[in-house]
């Protein structure tokens, strides 16, 4: 059994990624760029740095991508008010750290983003450390962020614990399973054939079977 759990926050602990496909899909019409809601839904969880070109184009990333990510940092900004975590998501918190393991939140996520966040979970007690934006060059699937939570742990015997293709891909990058949730609304076929080695539907049905699932890490 995994003596580490990675958590990943965006999707997995708090319900964000249809604020940030809003978000991106305002910031990219402001831009001039028409792109439907689905499309960008699934580049969800992987980072801006990635995200325009994927979207959009190498040249369009040259030319535009930092306006476009200070754009949709902004819609985002109006938006992360309404952001609520699952239900269940500080119990899975606390059931990994009644349990013994070091639980490392990953996310690449701006520091008062992140900051917001710990407070929505209450997360502080029962975590034993965290990354933002500051400890990445590049966003997932590099397994930059990931690499930084093990480093935090100090122990590379771990678990990832995310809901898209991306944090899956992430995880393997570093040498690490992954279990996935569908509440960031990438299918289970995607997520198993991306790689994780178990599915479940949220946070909620992750802690009722928490002992089996980890066994299974």
Known sequence: MASTAIVDIDGT????????VLAWQRAMA?????????QIHRTIGMGGDQLVG??????????????????????YQELIGEVRPFPGARDLLGRLHDEGLTVVLASSAKEEE????????DA???VDAWTSSADVEATKPAPDVVEAALERAGDRDAV????TV???????RAGIPAIAVLSG????????????????????ALTADLAATLLAA
């Open 30 to 38: 402001a831009h001039g760029y028409e792109v439907p809601g689905w």
């Open 54 to 75: 994927h979207l959009l184009g190498d040249e369009v990333e040259n030319r535009q991508g930092d306006d476009l990510r200070a754009a949709e940092s902004e819609r």
């Open 13 to 20: 602990l708090v319900d964000t990624n249809y604020h940030h």
């Open 185 to 204: 609304g990438v299918g289970a076929d995607e997520l198993r054939d991306a790689g994780a080695i178990h599915i479940v539907d949220d946070v909620r």
């Open 114 to 121: 992140l900051e917001h966040y710990l407070e929505l979970l």
């Open 160 to 163: 990832l614990i995310g809901d």
């Open 166 to 172: 991306w944090d899956v891909e992430a995880a393997a």
């Open 124 to 126: 502080r007690p029962v």
